[in-house]
């Protein structure tokens, strides 16, 4: 790709994240600074961009993440909105580095807006996704509203509860999230264990991970299909709270009806 291809695919990678950043503010899944955007742009870093001077001390991230020495991130700002973010994603975000110590980084463009404090577990995620070999490159965290309320039940909140209840709801929802919802038991919002627990959900080959009373984290290709898969489980979450505000319980897909839509679809469960 030329340099200048580079920057159009670059600049293409922003501008879905301010996108994305406004539907979850249309969305209501991201109320003051809630919700957090990481992605991975490595492969649009050019000989221009190495050369550009850090505009940031180093930083320590608080680990060491061996395969993202030399990795390039877009990292929204700390304490900044999402709704801010929607209309002017430089200014409420940056592009950070990874330095040859694989355990700091400094800020690169466009100012020197720092990261949110969860960028340890976003970054950590990303790690893991390069160790595993994944073509995945974005990492969402959001509060979608309906999501959130199911895993205020222990009923949902049992493995795989809430997958086989969503996916039943509309067919879509297994074709476009065939991995289903992992669930991860509440825990202190960027803590290691949260990190860690939602690393070993995504390794159990989830995209989309909830955590208890709080939010989901989802990974994907781009950020605009991590938030494609979140936006489908949410929707199958809203026909079953229609349906219940209707004054009855839905029916749901049958086994049968499911399983033809995995067989034909050629679905991974
Ligand atoms: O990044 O949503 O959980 C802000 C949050 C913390
Ligand atoms: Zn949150």
């Known amino acids: 790709m030329s340099i200048l291809d580079k920057r159009a695919a670059l600049k293409a990678e922003i501008d879905k994240v301010a996108e994305v950043a406004?539907?979850?503010?249309?969305?209501?899944?991201?109320?003051?600074?809630?919700?957090?955007?990481?992605?991975?742009?490595?492969?649009?870093?050019d000989d221009a961009m190495r050369a550009l001077p850090a505009i940031s001390a180093a930083q320590p991230i608080g680990k060491t993440l061996p395969r993202l020495k030399g990795c390039w991130f877009y990292c929204k700002g700390t304490g900044r909105r999402m709704r801010d973010l929607a209309r002017d994603p430089m200014a409420n975000g940056s592009i950070i580095r990874i330095l040859d110590d694989c355990a700091s980084y400094e800020i690169v463009a466009d100012a020197p807006v720092a990261p949110t404090s969860e960028l340890p577990s976003h970054l950590a995620v990303h790690d893991y996704l390069l160790a595993k070999g994944s073509?995945?490159?974005?990492?969402?965290?959001?509060?979608?509203?309906?999501?959130?309320?199911?895993?205020?039940?222990?009923?949902?909140?049992?493995?795989?509860?809430?997958?086989?209840?969503?996916?039943?709801?509309?067919?879509?929802?297994?074709?476009?999230?065939?991995?289903?919802?992992?669930?991860?038991?509440?825990?202190?919002?960027?803590?290691?264990?949260?990190?860690?627990?939602?690393?070993?959900?995504?390794?159990?080959?989830y995209d989309v991970v909830m955590w208890e009373k709080h939010g989901v984290f989802a990974v994907d290709t781009d950020i605009m299909d991590a938030f494609d898969q979140v936006d489908v489980l949410n929707k199958a979450a809203q026909i079953y709270i229609a349906a219940k505000n209707m004054g009855f319980t839905p029916e749901g897909m049958s086994d049968a009806q499911m399983k033809e839509l995995s067989d034909v679809f050629h679905l991974p469960k």
């Not at 406004?22 to 870093?45: D, F, H, M, P, S």
């Open 22 to 45: 406004g539907y979850l503010w249309q969305k209501g899944w991201a109320e003051r600074n809630g919700g957090n955007i990481t992605v991975n742009i490595t492969q649009w870093a």
């Open 135 to 205: 073509p995945y490159r974005a990492s969402l965290h959001t509060h979608p509203i309906e999501l959130v309320a199911l895993t205020h039940s222990r009923q949902w909140m049992e493995k795989d509860a809430a997958t086989r209840m969503l996916w039943s709801m509309i067919p879509e929802t297994k074709a476009f999230c065939p991995r289903g919802l992992g669930m991860v038991p509440y825990m202190l919002p960027s803590s290691v264990e949260l990190a860690e627990a939602t690393i070993r959900a995504i390794d159990e080959d």
